[in-house]
């Protein structure tokens, strides 16, 4: 059995959500994270592990499995959380669900494979890192890679800021 911890971050951030936000809006967001972590943790059985704990904080969940047997079995306990989100948004989609619950898959689903250290996308990077005969020449590359990432997203952020909020508001209003 897991164990399970809930930071007083997790809880104060709840607090603000839930005073700020409607309550469809909360379940369609929690939905999501449900389903991307259930799609780790499936994965992780899948492959013979066992999670050892989950901890829950403002930053989100982290969870800590037994040490993959293979970087093939890490890679895809790390594609698995994504891929049940993104999985989950074409079935929606295709039943015509369109509501929060299916944006918040589509958004975790992508987001998640950005490759940022913290995110699954950055795991999956520092696995083929560890592969690569020459380690420090990717991983020179791979910063390179976020950093140019960084850059244009910042530049559509500054240059579109009102496309992107419209943008953001029409996928929301489904």
């Given at each position: 059995m897991p164990k399970i911890k809930v930071k007083f971050s997790f809880l104060l951030f709840n607090a603000l959500i839930?005073?700020?936000?409607e309550?469809?809006?909360?379940i369609g967001f929690y939905a999501a994270c449900i389903l991307h972590e259930a799609g780790h943790i499936w994965a992780v059985y899948l492959t013979g592990g066992c999670v050892k704990s989950i901890e829950f904080s403002w930053t989100g969940i982290?969870?800590?499995a037994s040490a993959s047997s293979s970087a093939k079995s890490a890679?895809?306990?790390?594609l698995c959380g994504p891929?049940?989100?993104?999985?989950a948004f074409l079935l929606l989609t295709a039943l015509g669900r369109n509501g929060y619950f299916a944006?918040?898959?589509?958004a975790e689903g992508i987001l998640n494979l950005l490759p940022y250290r913290f995110l699954d996308g950055g795991a999956i990077l520092e696995i083929l890192a560890d592969l690569s005969?020459?380690?420090?020449?990717?991983?020179?590359y791979?910063?390179?890679f976020k950093a140019c990432l960084s850059i244009i997203l910042a530049v559509l952020l500054i240059i579109y800021p009102e496309k992107l909020r419209d943008l953001a508001l029409n996928i929301l209003s489904y």
């Open positions: 839930f005073i700020f936000r309550s469809s809006l909360i982290k969870m800590t890679i895809l306990v790390q891929l049940a989100n993104l999985a944006v918040f898959c589509l005969p020459e380690q420090q020449k990717f991983r020179i791979k910063g390179f």
